[in-house]
């Protein structure tokens, strides 16, 4: 299995703030990362997929890079209702997820 | 609109039994791969198991094996888990997802039921 390890575990920022994430695996895993959003008492929400591309309807302000081991996801103007927990998550092989950083707004 | 609606759940004693469903609707069911993925707080999320659109390949994850039995019903756009001989450990929230299949990227997860909390405690 590939471990997936997030941090920071949780943040806390302003709105109009940049925010960024990082992710990283165990191993190489080309660009078969995905991040996902979740909300509390809800499913998760695919947002990016393969590094950097845009679920559709997700916000432009919402971006991801890397590859390899080391990916990043950017919230570049932080808003309210982005408060929710992140996930990064690989499907290089059988897929794993990250433990999750959760963001709160100050 | 694509839905996924679960049912089951619920509370059971160590070494009983529960099935999950998930009625799916908005697409062509039989079309996608299916997955269930458990939610705990203290392990996160994990991915359960994996069945093809057809049913002809199936997938656990090594703590479930011999113990959980997926299933879908392509005619009433239904999945499916079975899950017996239940542990302490599999208390979680269960969802099921589409696997979306994008050009041919496999565990890309684009929808998602609402979940079921399945809780195994005497």
């Known amino acids: 299995d590939i471990q997936m390890t997030q941090s920071p575990s949780s943040l806390s920022a302003s709105v109009g703030d940049r925010v960024t994430i990082t992710c990283r695996a165990g191993?190489?895993?080309?660009?078969?990362l995905n991040w996902y959003q979740q909300k509390p008492g809800k499913a998760p929400k695919l947002l990016i997929y393969?590094?950097?591309n845009l679920k559709s309807g997700v916000p432009s302000r919402f971006s991801g890079s890397g590859s390899g081991t080391d990916f990043t996801l950017t919230i570049s103007s932080l808003q309210p209702e982005d408060s929710a927990t992140y996930f990064c998550q690989q499907s290089y092989t059988t897929l794993s997820f990250g433990p999750g950083t959760k963001i709160e707004i100050k | 609109e694509v839905q996924l609606v679960q049912s089951g759940g619920g509370l059971v004693q160590p070494g009983g039994s529960l099935r999950l469903s998930c009625a799916a609707s908005g697409f062509t069911f039989s079309g996608y791969e299916m997955n269930w993925v458990r939610q705990t707080p203290g392990k996160g999320l994990e991915w359960v198991s994996y069945?093809?659109?057809?049913?002809?390949?199936?997938y656990y994850t090594d703590s479930v094996k011999g113990r959980f039995t997926i299933s879908r019903d392509n005619a009433k756009n239904s999945l499916y888990l079975q899950m017996n001989s239940l542990r302490a450990e599999d208390t979680a929230v269960y969802f099921c997802?589409?696997?979306?299949?994008?050009?041919?990227?496999?565990?890309?997860?684009?929808?998602w039921g609402q979940g079921a909390l399945v809780s195994v405690s005497s």
């Open positions: 393969t590094v950097s």
């Open positions: 997802a589409r696997d979306w299949n994008l050009d041919g990227y496999k565990w890309l997860f684009d929808y």
């Open positions: 069945i093809s659109g057809s049913g002809s390949t199936i």
């Open positions: 191993q190489s895993i080309g660009r078969y």
